[in-house]
């Protein structure tokens, strides 16, 4: 059982360039989110999806594109990077209420992580 | 917005002391949740804890939800406790992962 996965887990981009951080979960939870950390800031929402084809906005939605085209896929898109975006990026699952409290005690997990830099 | 505060923002220990992290909130919540984060940046769920008091081994966590704070409570530490420990609250929505997180204390525990 693989739980979340991100990838790239480095990456280094020029102001101006695109990328897509890739998230892939395989416990079918309904619910799927992107958090960046900075320095004493915690972790902050992105964006977020309650299932495939719905999506929404977080506390920090701009400069960033999401779709969930899958239960188990949620891309995050850089349009146009800044250095401003140079963060630490979390990608996350979570089941639906509705299931009831999990048995494992877990209500999110988190990915390992993406370290990126724009210089 | 709601609001999450955790104090101390940085906490220095030697190994074997014991320690409280505070967690204060901003208006009323249905539920707590605490995480550590290792050096390495995982990120651990530790407690989910809506009020009342839990305990998992030399860590316990306690949220008193009417008065708007949570205390973890970490006993005799060890040097792999060191990292960032967050708390966290929800901010609405039918998943448990809509959360609005605190700044992080950040645990040195030295041997």
């Known amino acids: 059982n693989a739980g979340v996965t991100q990838t790239p887990k480095f990456q280094v981009l020029k102001t101006g360039q695109s990328m897509t951080l890739q998230c892939a979960q395989d416990?079918?939870?309904?619910?799927m989110s992107w958090y960046r950390q900075d320095p004493g800031m915690g972790l902050r929402l992105i964006h977020y999806s309650v299932g495939a084809g719905i999506t929404d906005q977080g506390e920090v939605p701009n400069g960033y594109n999401v779709s969930r085209s899958t239960t188990e896929d949620f891309p995050l898109r850089l349009l146009s990077a800044a250095p401003s975006q140079t963060s630490v990026y979390f990608c996350a699952s979570s089941p639906h209420r509705d299931r009831g409290f999990p048995i494992s005690g877990n209500t999110i997990y988190f990915g390992e992580g993406s370290w990126l830099t724009v210089v | 917005g709601i609001q999450v505060e955790q104090s101390p923002p940085d906490l220095i220990l030697q190994e074997g002391a014991n320690s409280t992290l505070r967690c204060n909130f901003s208006d009323s919540v249905n539920n707590l949740q605490w995480f550590h984060q290792n050096p390495w940046g995982q990120l651990i769920n530790l407690f989910y804890?809506?009020?009342g008091t839990k305990q998992n081994g030399r860590l316990s966590a306690t949220t008193v939800a009417t008065e708007r704070y949570s205390l973890l409570y970490i006993s005799s530490s060890q040097t792999t406790d060191s990292g960032v420990y967050f708390c966290?609250?929800?901010?609405?929505?039918?998943?448990?992962?809509?959360?609005?997180f605190g700044q992080g204390t950040i645990l040195t525990v030295h041997p």
């Open positions: 966290a609250v929800p901010t609405g929505g039918t998943s448990y992962g809509k959360l609005t």
């Open positions: 416990m079918n939870h309904e619910y």
């Open positions: 804890i809506p009020s």
